[in-house]
């Protein structure tokens, strides 16, 4: 069970392809772990963006709306707070996944 430390909510931009920003706050998003900016991805022996994939991907999810977003007690080593976030109801996170 998530330990809550607050909400927060509003328009969200896209920071890293797990990263959120709403107003100051920048958000880890809980449970999940992006492609990172130059990280090297392969599929069926070729090269691929995958950190450009999953940016678009976040930046889709968070042009639906506002988000609200749980955020843990937890932060990570640079000082951002972990948060689980929605969308209309749909969890952010999960849906990057699926996607």
Same mark, same amino acid.
Do not use: E, K, N
């Given at each position: 069970r998530l330990a809550a430390a607050g909400t927060v909510d509003g328009n969200a931009e896209a920071i890293n392809a797990d +990263? $959120? &920003?709403?107003?100051?706050? &920048?958000?880890?998003l809980w449970g999940i772990d992006a492609p990172d900016p130059g990280q090297p991805c392969r599929l069926n022996g070729r090269s691929w963006g995958c950190f450009d994939a999953a940016m678009r991907a976040l930046q889709i999810a968070l042009s639906r709306g506002p988000a609200t977003c749980l955020l843990t007690d937890h932060? @990570?080593?640079?000082? &951002?707070a972990y948060g689980v976030c929605e969308i209309g109801g749909e @969890? $952010?996170? #999960?849906?990057? +996944?699926? #996607?």
């Open positions: +990263v $959120i &920003r709403i107003g100051d706050t &920048r958000i880890v932060s @990570d080593p640079f000082g &951002r @969890d $952010i996170g #999960a849906w990057l +996944v699926l #996607a």
